[in-house]
């Protein structure tokens, strides 16, 4: 099989964890390869999602690793042997990787749980909003660039339509829900969305009103995705240098505080509801 010259974020992820799996198992990539009957540079590979792995020589590495967690092991051979071409990758030529992975880590998600201060979150976005949210990065894109990530985004949202839909859990600070990206219709639309897809059987949304007391995470903002073992769980924030998946256990750890401790300041899902139709009834 050749090396690979784009890994995703999941491939990544699996080779990231193959590392991990080695450096606490105090092994040198050397002493692993000879191991193998393979070479340093080929471990490098494997380990940088660059090269595949077998499931039979990933679980040949678990044992020699003396990994105790099934769970995780399994989770990894699943990782592996997974061959599915999703859809995103019909977008890999026009769009940048950070789009294709984001849309790849939330179609495996067992759980999504996002903290939102700005925007609306991509997956309840309408198209109109999506439209002015893309619309205003500076330096401005061509019109045909930007349909074409309004489009993405938009097919993004299947996983909450689809039969098997991911559990996901959106805290919503107060801000986001009256900020007008674009008019008072546009607005008015938005928040009508966000009161449909609350009906739905697996999104719970959640209000932090203005004048609650104890919240001061107005930089909170974060995308929880959960993997099919905590250890594989994955976090999306923003910086100011551009998107950035998160997947350190400490950090992790934090991130899942974080999370609960915004939650627990939150309105609960009736009360949010009820609060976003009095925001509509305003417009």
Not at 195 to 221: C, K, T, W, Y
Not at 240 to 248: Q, R
Not at 260 to 266: A, C, L, Q
């Amino acid at each position: 099989m050749p090396p690979r010259s784009q890994p995703t974020a999941r491939q990544v992820r699996l080779g990231t964890e193959l590392r991990r799996l080695r450096d606490a198992a105090g092994m040198t990539a050397r002493e692993v390869a000879r191991f193998l009957g393979s070479t340093s540079g080929q471990m490098s590979q494997m380990e940088a999602g660059i090269a595949g792995v077998s499931e039979e020589r990933l679980r040949r590495l678990a044992s020699h690793y003396a990994c105790a967690e099934q769970e995780l092991v399994d989770a990894l051979v699943e990782m592996a042997v997974d061959r599915t071409r999703g859809w995103w990758e019909d977008h890999r030529d026009t769009l940048a990787p950070t789009f294709l992975d984001l849309a790849e880590l939330e179609h495996h998600a067992r759980v999504i749980q996002v903290i939102a201060t700005a925007h609306v979150p991509g997956l309840l976005q309408t198209e109109e909003y999506a439209r002015a949210v893309f619309g205003y990065w500076v330096p401005p894109r061509p019109e045909s660039e930007l349909e074409q990530w309004v489009a993405f985004r938009l097919r993004r949202q299947q996983v909450l339509e689809r039969e098997d839909a991911v559990p996901y859990e959106a805290v919503l600070h107060e801000s986001v829900l009256r900020t007008r990206v674009a008019d008072r219709r546009v607005a008015r639309a938005q928040l009508n969305e966000l009161l449909r897809q609350s009906e739905r059987p697996a999104v719970a949304l959640r209000v932090i009103p203005f004048d609650v007391d104890g919240f001061a995470g107005a930089s909170s903002s974060l995308v929880y995705m959960g993997g099919r073992v905590p250890t594989l769980d994955t976090v999306q924030r923003d910086t100011p240098y551009g998107t950035a998946l998160v997947d350190a256990a400490a950090q992790l750890r934090a991130m899942r505080t974080l999370f609960r401790k915004v939650e627990s300041v939150s309105l609960d899902p009736a009360r949010s509801r009820d609060f976003i139709h009095r925001l509509v009834k305003e417009l």
